[in-house]
Nanobody
C-alpha cells in the first residue's frame, strides 16, 4: 500500500522560507520520478518541481532559483525548499510519485504567503 503524506505548510510573510516534506511509505523511492505540484484557488494545477529518476531536476519558470526539490531515499522523504516566497506562491502543494503510468498523490499541504 503506497502512502504519500505532505507536511510543513503554513502561513509565512513574503520573503520568508518554508520547507515542505513528503513522507512516502510502501515504496522504494529511488525507482520513482518525484514531483511537487501546486494549485491555487481558482487556478489550474501546475507542476512546480520535478526530479526524474533519470535526468536533471526541472522547475517552473516562476520558481527557478527560489525552490529546490530533494529527496532522502533511505528515509523515504521528498522535500521542497522554498525561499524568497511571494504572495503568488500561495497554493495547496502536492507531492507526487510517478512510475510508468501509475501516480501516487498526497492530500496536499496549504502554503499561504502574506504580503
Amino acid at each position: 500500500q503506497v502512502k504519500v503524506v505532505e507536511s510543513g505548510g503554513g502561513l509565512v510573510q513574503a520573503g520568508g522560507s518554508l520547507r515542505l516534506s513528503c513522507a512516502a511509505s510502501g515504496v522504494f523511492l529511488s525507482i520513482y520520478d518525484l514531483a511537487w505540484y501546486r494549485q491555487a484557488l481558482g487556478k489550474q494545477r501546475e507542476l512546480v518541481a520535478l526530479a526524474p529518476r533519470r535526468g536533471s531536476t526541472d522547475y517552473a519558470d516562476s520558481v527557478k532559483g527560489r525552490f529546490t526539490i530533494s529527496s532522502d531515499n533511505g528515509k523515504g522523504m521528498v522535500y521542497l525548499q522554498m525561499n524568497s516566497l511571494k504572495p503568488e506562491d500561495t497554493a495547496v502543494y502536492y507531492c507526487v510519485l510517478r512510475i510508468r503510468v501509475d501516480e501516487y498523490w498526497g492530500q496536499g499541504t496549504q502554503v499561504t504567503v502574506s504580503s
